[in-house]
């Protein structure tokens, strides 16, 4: 008996160990060095302080508002703020001191009459989805002044944006282990990008969105990792946050079906089936008072088609038709772009060259990768990944094309919060491809360095970029 036992522990830790070598030989290198990890949690220490810095530069010196629909989403806070229910589209007008501060004459009186101020008199915003209003109504009662209301909005979307960072490094841990570290430096890479961080430091929808992107993905990885049927009750939860947040989340509704998908093919239990469901029931719930509003007062479940009628005339005054074969050249100009504000330009040649060449490092190289894991790319599960930024821009397309937008959703802000994921993809692919960890620390450095320079160059000219 004692023998036989015997034999099976050998068996076992024979099993073990051929587990650790076919591990070991998909995850490519091994532990970082204690000199590599000193050097890339330096380079993270620094890129977080970065984004802290700029981030608070923007804040104070970005005019009021930027053009990107700023003042239209600050007058959502505040009508939720004031009445303690949704403005409706349509019938709500710009508020007379989001109209003032635009002009930069608050606190004395605006000379505007909202009601023939065409689109910008309207509070043109209400047809979004209501909870990051809701989330940030708080925070515009801590003032009185209506200017300082918006600085701490502007405020509160820093701090969600440290959130969304804390967040990615939770999923990079849980998706890398002992390289957590490079995929961080990876997320804070995109975090740094003056895109993002400008868009995450004005006032929108997108403040939360983007943490809500990444708390999603990271507990739909752990239910696919662990196989947990139950784990997709919380995802379907949070999937219908999102949906509440940004109509561009329903991108993760097929994402959640897949990873659900997934787990019920692999173990076959129809228990599985119940608890996809129960987890897409939860999430119509979530979202279900929003769209009865929608119901009650736009008889549809969503106001996107008024929103298009009121904001014709602007995004497409000549009613020109969107076609098919507009969206490859659209899909490289605008999605595989995504490094600057939309509303910000470089003028210097040397910045405008390098950008290019820093933007070819994300969706490009993200393309290669998943071609080069072959098998692989399904097998690790790091579609998980990709799969949110597919749906993404597979979203604009359907917009653009079915819904006539005339390219309002091909712009890159719409991917940011899907953005994130494809850094991490990279750097994780690079590591079940690769054998050692020195390019990638070196990539990750100079990339890092390249966007504190152009920070550093854009600073002087921010207070001269465009403003409504």
């Not at 998706?175 to 990876?186: E, I, P, R």
């Not at 119901?295 to 088609?305: I, M, N, P, Q, R």
Request: hydrophobic share 55%; with cysteine; net charge positive.
């Amino acid at each position: 008996m004692a023998h036989v036992l015997l034999e099976d522990s050998h068996a076992a830790l024979q099993r073990r160990g051929r587990h650790e070598k076919a591990r070991t030989a998909e995850s490519g290198p091994r532990a970082m060095s204690s000199a590599a990890t000193v050097w890339i949690a330096a380079v993270i220490v620094a890129e977080i302080v970065a984004i802290v810095v700029f981030g608070s530069i923007t804040i104070a010196r970005y005019p009021l508002w930027s053009v990107i629909d700023e003042g239209a989403h600050y007058d959502n806070v505040i009508y939720v703020a004031a009445h303690g229910s949704y403005p409706v589209l349509g019938k709500s007008l710009a508020s007379p001191e989001e109209l003032a501060i635009g002009q930069g004459r608050y606190p004395r009186p605006t000379t505007i009459n909202p009601k023939t101020d065409g689109v910008s008199g309207l509070d043109y915003e209400a047809f979004q989805p209501p909870l990051y209003y809701y989330l940030a109504a708080p925070v515009s009662l801590l003032s009185s002044n209506y200017h300082t209301k918006a600085i701490l909005l502007r405020s509160f979307g820093l701090v969600l944006l440290m959130v969304a960072i804390g967040l990615f490094a939770r999923l990079s841990r849980l998706v890398l282990k002992d390289h957590w570290l490079l995929g961080l430096a990876g997320g804070l890479l995109v975090f740094l990008m003056p895109g993002v961080l400008v868009r995450m430091v004005t006032i929108s929808d997108i403040n939360l969105a983007v943490p809500l992107a990444v708390l999603i993905v990271t507990e739909l990885w752990i239910a696919w990792e662990r196989q947990s049927h139950r784990r997709l009750l919380l995802c379907g939860f949070l999937v219908g946050c999102g949906v509440l947040t940004d109509l561009y989340l329903t991108e993760m509704v097929p994402v959640y079906v897949c990873v659900a998908g997934a787990i019920i093919w692999r173990n076959r239990a129809k228990i599985g089936i119940a608890y996809a469901a129960l987890g897409g029931v939860i999430g119509v719930l979530v979202a279900l008072p929003w769209l009865a509003f929608n119901e009650v007062k736009y008889h549809a479940l969503t106001a996107s088609a008024l929103a298009k009628r009121e904001q014709l005339a602007l995004i497409n005054p000549e009613h020109l038709r969107f076609t098919i074969g507009q969206l490859p050249g659209l899909t490289v100009i605008r999605f595989f772009q995504p490094l600057m504000p939309q509303e910000w330009f470089v003028r210097s040649a040397f910045y405008a060259y390098v950008i290019l060449l820093f933007e070819v490092l994300l969706l490009p190289a993200a393309i290669v990768l998943a071609i080069t894991l072959g098998k692989r790319f399904f097998s690790s599960g790091l579609w998980i990944f990709v799969l949110p930024i597919v749906c993404n821009i597979g979203l604009a397309y359907y917009i653009d094309l079915g819904q006539q937008w005339q390219a309002g959703s091909m712009v890159p802000r719409f991917i940011y919060p899907t953005l994130p994921f494809v850094a991490l993809f990279v750097v994780a692919a690079y590591l079940r491809l690769a054998s050692s960890i020195r390019p990638l620390v070196v990539t990750l450095t100079v990339s890092g360095l390249f966007l504190g320079a152009l920070w550093v160059h854009l600073v002087p000219t921010i207070h001269h970029t465009p403003s409504a």
